[in-house]
């Protein structure tokens, strides 16, 4: 089993595709406030179809909170900014995989005290930043699935 970690999702149907994801595979799904939406938005429940009743979902107040209570989980954190590519990741069972918000992904403190803990996916074009955030968690829990196989 896989953790997806959603630090202050923006956008209702991204989260809501992922809670989707999530359940079909088997992975939990914590998701850190502030939200950009309310989790009653009717975008969220379509994305996340009928699904959303059986999904283990653990909400956290702040990114303080999440990281108080995990501290001694296993972390994966994902951006752009990272050096080392998801492929490249000692995938175990249970790890975290902490990703960030649409607009501006993961704050730079984040990133800077995980440093090493850092990943991204790689790009394979100059004209795009990053990837939409659903597809992203997918890319990589289906990888960390597959090397947990």
Same mark, same amino acid.
């Given at each position: 089993?896989? =953790?997806?970690?959603?630090?202050?999702p923006?956008?209702? =149907?991204?989260? +809501?595709?992922?809670? #989707?994801?999530a359940?079909?595979?088997?992975?939990? $799904?914590?998701? !850190?406030?502030?939200?950009?939406?309310?989790?009653?938005?009717? #975008?969220?429940? #379509?994305?996340?179809?009928? &699904?959303?009743? &059986?999904?283990?979902?653990?909400? &956290?107040?702040? !990114?303080?909170?999440? /990281?108080?209570? =995990?501290?001694?989980?296993?972390f !994966? $954190? /994902?951006?752009?900014? +990272?050096?080392?590519?998801?492929?490249?990741?000692?995938?175990?069972? =249970?790890? /975290?995989?902490?990703?960030?918000?649409?607009? !501006?992904?993961?704050?730079k403190?984040?990133?800077?005290?995980?440093?090493?803990?850092?990943?991204?996916?790689? %790009? &394979?074009s100059?004209h795009?930043?990053? %990837?939409?955030?659903?597809?992203?968690?997918?890319?990589?829990?289906?990888? +960390? $699935? #597959?090397?947990?196989?």
């Amino acid at each position: 089993m896989l =953790n997806i970690v959603l630090i202050e999702p923006e956008i209702p =149907n991204n989260t +809501g595709n992922i809670g #989707r994801l999530a359940l079909a595979t088997n992975s939990k $799904l914590h998701l !850190v406030k502030p939200f950009g939406f309310e989790l009653s938005d009717k #975008r969220l429940k #379509r994305a996340g179809l009928d &699904y959303w009743q &059986y999904l283990e979902v653990i909400i &956290y107040d702040s !990114v303080d909170a999440f /990281f108080d209570i =995990n501290q001694n989980e296993n972390f !994966v $954190l /994902f951006s752009s900014h +990272g050096a080392k590519s998801h492929w490249d990741i000692p995938f175990t069972d =249970n790890m /975290f995989l902490i990703f960030g918000k649409e607009s !501006v992904g993961l704050d730079k403190t984040l990133i800077r005290t995980h440093s090493n803990s850092l990943y991204k996916i790689p %790009l &394979y074009s100059e004209h795009i930043r990053s %990837l939409n955030l659903a597809n992203a968690v997918s890319i990589v829990i289906y990888e +960390g $699935l #597959r090397q947990l196989k």
